[in-house]
Structure formats: structure tokens, C-alpha cells
């Protein structure tokens, strides 16, 4: 079974500062994959990174980067330069192998950018 | 090029009616889900779909059933509504192995 924790129910940062996300996860598929997905107020889902579990170096997107540490199963999102537009949900994903695609999300995280 | 659809958009049911949620896509994904998103409590998957015709339960699917005669659409039906069913409903698809899927823009569904 596959689990993922996100142990920050909300996080503050200050405009143009980086924050840190944390998510760990649990599985016992030797592949999988590990999403971070953004929820704005208005409600839509959008997809910010993915990072594969046998990718040499950490995924990257913009101002978006995915911290992978593999051996202590942890995917933290790292947002660069905050900017007020980046308050909202956000959750971590993952997948595993098998043959199937069935995504276990975290509960998620509210970030507030402060200007 | 629609993407992931949802009808209705919000809707408010009487405890025991029935409603059927539509989610369509124009990508030839062979896969789809419907989530339910409730606070503090992320999205929690309720019945999938990996192709034409088959259907499979998720993590909380009681009080839910779903149908895939098309590839392109995903029916989640509720037979009888109860207040534990208001929630914001999410589809979603993606293609086989792909890296992400694809989310509609969400039904919230309010049961009194």
C-alpha cells in the first residue's frame, strides 16, 4: 500500500523568500512516481512537477524544484523567489508500478505569501 | 481541445435523491477517476476506470457506483444521497504510464 504524509497543515512566507513543503511517502514498489499538484482558491487542480523514483537529479520546473531523497523517502517541493500569486493548496502525490496508475494524495498544505 | 469536463458545475440534493456526475475528456486517455476532496482531508480516490468498460473501486467507494461505456466518459452516480456525500467531486484522466493526469474543474455537490 502506498501512503504519503504532508505533516504541515499550513505554511507563511514572505514575498520573494523560498519555502520548503515537506511530504514523505511510503511504498514497497521498487518504481513510482512523486507529484506535487497546486490548488488555488479558485479550486482547479494544476500539475507543478513530477519526479520519477530511478531519476538521477532532482526534478526542476521554474521556480519549482522537487528535493528527492530516496533513502529517506522524502519529495519536499521547494518554491524559489515566493510571489503572491503561489498562496494556495498545495499536494503531494505518488504512484507506483504494477501495471496500473492509481495516485495516493497527501491531505495537503495551505501556503500564505505575505507581501 | 476541451480537456477534462465536469457537468454539473454545483448542484443541492435532498437526502435519498439520486444524481448521476458526468466527466468527459477529448484525450483518448484510457484512464479515469473520480475523487472526492473534503477539508483536511486532500482527494481521496472513489472508483477508476483503466479502459472502455471496466470499472474498479477505490479507496472510499460506498454509496457510490460508477459506469465507463465510453472511453471518453465517466458516469459516478449517487442512488441515495446522504449528507456525508457533500464533498467537491473531481475527474480526472491520463493516458497509460503517463507522468500526470489531467484534472476536471470540479462539481461541488451539497446534500441536505
Known amino acids: 500500500a502506498q501512503k504519503i504524509t504532508q505533516t504541515q497543515p499550513g505554511m507563511f512566507v514572505q514575498e520573494k523568500e523560498a519555502v520548503t513543503l515537506d511530504c514523505t511517502y511510503d511504498?514497497?514498489?521498487?518504481?513510482?512516481?512523486l507529484f506535487w499538484y497546486k490548488q488555488p482558491s479558485s479550486g482547479e487542480m494544476i500539475f507543478l512537477i513530477y519526479?520519477?523514483?530511478?531519476?538521477?537529479q532532482n526534478a526542476t520546473e521554474g521556480r519549482y524544484s522537487l528535493n528527492f531523497q530516496k533513502a529517506r523517502k522524502s519529495a519536499n517541493l521547494v518554491i524559489s523567489a515566493s510571489q503572491l500569486g503561489d498562496s494556495a493548496m498545495y499536494f503531494c502525490a505518488m504512484r507506483g508500478s504494477g501495471g496500473s496508475y492509481i495516485p495516493t494524495f497527501g491531505r495537503g498544505t495551505s501556503l500564505i505569501v505575505h507581501p | 481541445n476541451a480537456g477534462v469536463t465536469q457537468t454539473p458545475k454545483f448542484r443541492v440534493l435532498k437526502t435519498g435523491q439520486s444524481m448521476t456526475l458526468l466527466c468527459a475528456q477529448d484525450?483518448?486517455?484510457?484512464?479515469m477517476y473520480w475523487y472526492r476532496q473534503d477539508p483536511g482531508m486532500g482527494l481521496r480516490l472513489i472508483h477508476y476506470s483503466v479502459g472502455e468498460g471496466t470499472t474498479a473501486k477505490g479507496e472510499v467507494p460506498d454509496g457510490y457506483n460508477v459506469s465507463r461505456l465510453k472511453k471518453q466518459n465517466f458516469l459516478l452516480g449517487l442512488e441515495s444521497a446522504a449528507p456525508s456525500q457533500t464533498s467537491v467531486y473531481f475527474c480526472a484522466s491520463n493516458l497509460q504510464g503517463a507522468e500526470t493526469q489531467y484534472f476536471g474543474p470540479g462539481t461541488r455537490l451539497l446534500v441536505l
Open positions: 484525450m483518448n486517455h484510457e484512464y
Open positions: 519526479q520519477g523514483s530511478y531519476d538521477q
Open positions: 511504498t514497497s514498489d521498487p518504481s513510482y512516481g
